[in-house]
């Protein structure tokens, strides 16, 4: 049969040989919790099959059962060789929402919590040379205000900006047979200006005399290459030649090749280049850009949370691309690296976001839950040169106005800046403010241009709309972010839904608000990005540019106009 997903799920830290293990699985329903307790893990069969890594709420899994599941089971069989288990044998899981218990041939092999980050397991011990069983369960209640959820909707049915939940495995599972000795991670910290990369590279089972080498290369040919003698952990410094800057226009990556003189190799790539604030500015590489993204909530029809296939991916980003935007907020989810590895390639500008919605952060014990997560989902993209920035919650409004609340923003803002001082970090988007956030951003859904105008009118002054200004005024230092805006309803011929203001009389008047809200944010020299609301439908949420299965909204004349608005030039670009 044909692998569904099957192209290789980690692109920045690529091994040649691997075994996919997505495809039909045995599956079963666990509805009221008890399958430990009723022998799942030692039963040979389940009485279902579905296709990962789709999750069971979607069409694509054959299953398509949407109503709340506390629990579900998997199996599945795979062949080991001798050559497999002569050193060490890794199961890697892309994501499982929620928490997941993984069992080899019975044995307990590890367990994870968190439902948008990887994790990975040592099964050597527990397989055997010949055909092995694996056991997944994952169990997940996103009603309990303990977990993130995003935007899975916590009532039967998807309602306003909720939509259809997603439970168990929802990212490839695959296998890699790796020596004893192996790299087990890096981290590529570049630094535009000297026209270097600094590498941190953790190493697994390390001895005495191995030699671990990086070499980089541009466009096949040699750019530097550096070695040190191995350890558990290690810095290896590589000066670039040439040094080529990665950029929306000219998105320039070098491959990385890591060799191991133990015989171990991955490959990946990387991008050399800088963000930082200036002013009331963003520079990239030193330079003013102007962030005109969408807010992409990365929804499937067919996948719900998994696109049905990596070309999807791909055509999501050139769609927006086409439109003249030059970037995305990765809203309420950690979307899929190959997404992160087509922005890269393709020259998206992102910002990483967690699925913040659905943990009380007003309790205290909510910090030791969400802190971990959020840091794998740092960890796993550090990489990504299409990443700029990083923004942990999203909308923690009045109601969370506390003292709990705010020291658990505050704390994972500085933690975020403690493992990754390369990008920029919002403490939370939109509403309310801290006091430590590299960006002040603001959510308005004001449909009328010259009300729009108003609210922006006296930021000179150091004075914005505020959607809660009892927490947080801007102070007219730091840069200005409308990440939110749009969001017109406009969907005919369709009965329900929603959308943001009164529905407009025709596609002439959608786009007239469009184009009228944009050049606002575009003319206004405090402003340095803007996000809109968003690039397709979502259920019954009908604001998008495109209808949920991407097909076009407007005539061919609409669109190009909105792309002509969004590549005008920006204030911010124009001033000195």
Not at 114 to 127: E, H, S, V
Request: charged content about 20%; overall charge negative.
């Amino acid at each position: 049969m044909n692998i569904p997903r099957p192209e290789y799920p980690r692109p920045q830290m690529v091994r040649n040989v691997w075994c996919n293990l997505n495809g039909l699985w045995e599956f079963a329903f666990d509805f009221s919790n008890s399958g430990k307790a009723r022998g799942l893990v030692q039963q040979e069969h389940l009485e279902q099959t579905i296709l990962v890594p789709f999750c069971p709420e979607s069409k694509l899994s054959g299953v398509e059962f949407k109503d709340f599941i506390p629990a579900v089971w998997y199996k599945r069989r795979f062949t080991a060789t001798e050559a497999d288990l002569s050193g060490h044998l890794l199961l890697h899981f892309g994501a499982v929402d929620y928490a997941c218990e993984v069992w080899m041939n019975g044995k307990p092999v590890g367990s994870h919590q968190g439902g948008y980050t990887p994790f990975t397991f040592d099964i050597t011990d527990a397989a055997i040379v010949g055909e092995n069983l694996l056991t997944v369960y994952a169990q997940d209640d996103l009603r309990s205000c303990r977990q993130p959820r995003g935007k899975q909707s916590t009532e039967y049915f998807s309602h306003g900006c909720d939509y259809t939940r997603t439970t168990g495995i929802w990212q490839t599972v695959w296998l890699e047979a790796v020596p004893a000795v192996y790299i087990a991670d890096y981290q590529v910290f570049p630094d535009y200006r000297n026209g270097k990369i600094t590498i941190r590279t953790e190493i697994c089972g390390c001895t005495e005399g191995q030699t671990l080498t990086a070499a980089a290369s541009l466009d096949g040919i040699p750019a530097g290459q550096a070695s040190a003698k191995a350890a558990g952990s290690l810095l290896v410094e590589i000066p670039l030649s040439p040094a080529v800057l990665w950029e929306p226009d000219h998105p320039a990556l070098y491959d990385l090749t890591l060799t191991l003189s133990g015989g171990d190799q991955v490959t990946g790539y990387f991008g050399l280049r800088g963000i930082e604030v200036a002013g009331h500015k963003v520079l990239l590489n030193g330079k003013p850009i102007f962030q005109r993204l969408v807010l992409d909530q990365g929804f499937y029809p067919d996948g719900i949370y998994t696109a049905p296939s990596d070309e999807a991916i791909k055509a999501d980003i050139v769609r927006c691309q086409e439109l003249g935007f030059n970037g995305a907020r990765l809203h309420q989810k950690v979307f899929e690296p190959r997404f992160l590895y087509w922005a890269d390639r393709l020259g998206y500008l992102c910002w990483g976001e967690y699925a913040s919605w659905g943990i009380d952060i007003t309790k205290p014990e909510a910090l030791a839950v969400f802190l971990p997560e959020w840091l794998e989902s740092v960890k796993r993209d550090f990489n990504h040169p299409a990443i700029i920035g990083w923004c942990p919650f999203n909308e923690t409004s009045v109601g969370y106005d506390c003292k709990t609340a705010k020291d658990t923003v505050r704390t994972v803002y500085e933690m975020t800046k403690l493992v990754d001082s390369t990008r920029l970090v919002i403490d939370s988007s939109g509403y309310v403010h801290t006091g430590k956030t590299d960006l002040y951003d603001v959510h308005d859904y004001e449909q009328e241009p010259a009300a729009f105008t108003e609210h922006y009118a006296h930021t000179d002054q150091g004075e914005s709309f505020e959607n809660f200004p009892q927490w947080g005024k801007w102070d007219g230092k730091l840069p200005l972010f409308v990440s939110e805006y749009g969001g017109t309803w406009w969907c005919p011929g369709v009965q329900g839904g929603w959308g943001y203001g009164e529905t407009p009389k025709d596609e002439e008047e959608v786009c007239r608000r469009y184009c009228g809200l944009t050049q606002v944010l575009l003319d206004n020299p405090k402003i340095c990005a803007f996000c809109y609301t968003q690039p397709y439908d979502i259920e019954q949420e009908q604001n998008g540019l495109f209808q949920y299965d991407r097909s076009p909204k407007f005539s061919p004349e609409i669109y190009q106009r909105i792309r002509e608005t969004n590549l005008r030039p920006a204030a911010i670009e124009k001033t000195e």
